[in-house]
């Protein structure tokens, strides 16, 4: 299917990253993920690999992401007051 790839639109990468279309050509795309890597695809290979997200499901998967990185803070943070404790330290 033939779709127009404009700068700025958002999409999900082939690992599910969200990415905003920075720069395309008639030969490639460029685009930028969440984490500010730049990745460079051929134009055939990216109307493959990628799926155009609206809005509502691009602020769902950030939402995701961003609890994702919560809970991790803070299983970190129980962990390291589970070895202050088992070390006896109060």
């Keep these: ?6 700068r700025g639109q958002l999409y ?3 690992n599910g990253w ?10 490639r795309v460029v685009c930028r993920r969440e984490d500010g890597r730049l990745r460079s695809v051929p134009i055939r ?3 493959h690999r990628f799926e155009r ?3 509502q499901e ?3 998967i950030k939402a995701e992401m961003e609890q994702e ?22």
């Design 45 to 47: 290979e990216f109307s």
């Design 18 to 27: 969200p990415v905003t279309v920075y720069d395309c050509s008639v030969c």
């Design 69 to 90: 990185k919560h809970l991790k803070t803070l299983r970190a943070l129980r962990g390291s007051e589970y070895e202050k404790q088992s070390r006896g330290f109060a």
């Design 1 to 6: 299917m033939f779709s127009l790839v404009q």
């Design 12 to 14: 999900a990468d082939d």
């Design 53 to 55: 997200l609206e809005h």
């Design 58 to 60: 691009y602020r769902q």
